[in-house]
């Protein structure tokens, strides 16, 4: 999957957790590379949050977004 902003391909996924973030955009999971991440700080303030605890840790499962902080499911 390439980057949502810059549609650069994850090269090389090496070993240990990746620099690239995993987020939800608009109920969709999208992968944010490490160039966009630095060059465009305000891509947090596009994500999508947790209606419960405003967190922007989430993920989709079975097309629902969960929340990793607390576990919502919305
Ligand atoms: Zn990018
Ligand atoms: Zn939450």
């Given at each position: 999957?390439?980057?949502?902003?810059?549609?650069?391909?994850?090269?090389?996924?090496?070993?240990?957790?990746?620099?690239?973030?995993?987020?939800?955009?608009?109920?969709?999971?999208?992968?944010?590379?490490?160039?966009?991440?630095?060059?465009?700080?305000?891509w947090v303030e596009?994500l999508?949050?947790?209606?419960?605890?405003?967190?922007?840790?989430?993920?989709?499962?079975?097309?629902?977004?969960?929340?990793?902080?607390?576990?919502?499911?919305?």
């Amino acid at each position: 999957m390439p980057c949502y902003r810059c549609e650069r391909v994850q090269t090389d996924p090496g070993k240990g957790s990746s620099p690239w973030a995993v987020a939800v955009v608009k109920r969709n999971q999208v992968l944010v590379c490490p160039v966009c991440q630095q060059e465009h700080p305000e891509w947090v303030e596009e994500l999508d949050r947790c209606p419960h605890c405003n967190s922007t840790r989430l993920k989709m499962m079975l097309g629902s977004v969960i929340c990793k902080s607390c576990g919502a499911d919305s």
